[in-house]
């Protein structure tokens, strides 16, 4: 077994533990999706050995490859941005899909699960940073798919999704995460749902998207170290 793999991992729980009860929390509602995105199974084994269960895969194609030879049990998020076109593929491999931002991937997603007859999670990603580099949509557009995410028979609309700006202040975390969170609060309030989920927080952030109220943190770098591109 990786010990510096399993160091890091007991590290980052910790931290996670800390910084909820310095924010008044349950731990045990914030959950760690480790991002192997790029990572070999041999570390995503070494971590599921250790008991973790919750992974995050970025690319369809990566994650259709990694699925079949790992454990059953564990659960794959997939949060990179969704062509229409790997939506079927998503839906087959994914437990979560974190990354629905149009009326027309909604759609897709939602017809396609019918057809397959399975039940997928999905969540909205929202760009509150205004970035363009970053996916995601507008508050706007994103009350407008809500309003039809909650009428689709073959989606479970669980939360929303964000990504703070690169080189952000803690001032801009608490706005971003902040805002995530009274939109999510909006939603449920006019749509008459609940939305237990908010996927938030990255390696150099999540402590502050802890404090805000993340349920979701989805973290690789500090977790794995450097990624390997080619």
């Known amino acids: 077994m990786d010990n510096y793999l399993i160091k890091q991992y007991d590290e980052i729980r910790q931290n996670i533990v800390d ?5 008044g929390r349950d731990p045990d509602e ?3 999706i480790a991002v192997s995105k790029t990572f070999p199974n041999e570390d995503i084994e070494t971590l599921y050995q250790h008991g973790h269960r ?3 895969e970025n690319k369809i194609q990566e994650l259709d490859l990694k699925k079949p030879q790992l454990p059953d049990d564990i659960q794959w998020h997939f949060i990179g941005h969704l062509q229409g076109n790997k939506a079927v593929k998503a839906i087959e491999c994914a437990t979560c899909i974190h990354s629905i931002d149009s009326l027309r991937l909604l759609g897709r997603v939602d017809r396609l699960a019918g057809d397959m007859r399975r039940k997928v999670q999905i969540m909205l990603e929202l760009n509150l940073s205004g970035e363009e580099t970053k996916y995601g949509t507008d508050v706007k ?6 309003e039809e995410a909650v ?3 073959n989606l479970i609309f669980s939360g929303l999704m964000t990504m703070a700006p690169w080189g952000a202040t803690e001032k801009q975390l608490h706005k971003v995460f902040g805002g995530l969170r009274e939109l999510r609060e909006r939603m449920e309030k006019e749509f008459a749902i609940k939305l237990p989920e908010l996927s938030m927080g990255m390696s150099d952030d999540y402590k502050v998207a802890i404090a805000e109220g993340s349920t979701l943190l989805r973290i690789g770098t500090a977790i794995f170290g450097k990624r390997n591109y080619l």
């Open 19 to 23: 910084a909820a009860r310095k924010a």
């Open 54 to 56: 919750l992974f995050g």
């Open 30 to 32: 914030v959950k760690l």
């Open 141 to 146: 557009t994103a009350m407008e798919i809500a």
């Open 151 to 153: 009428k689709c028979e």
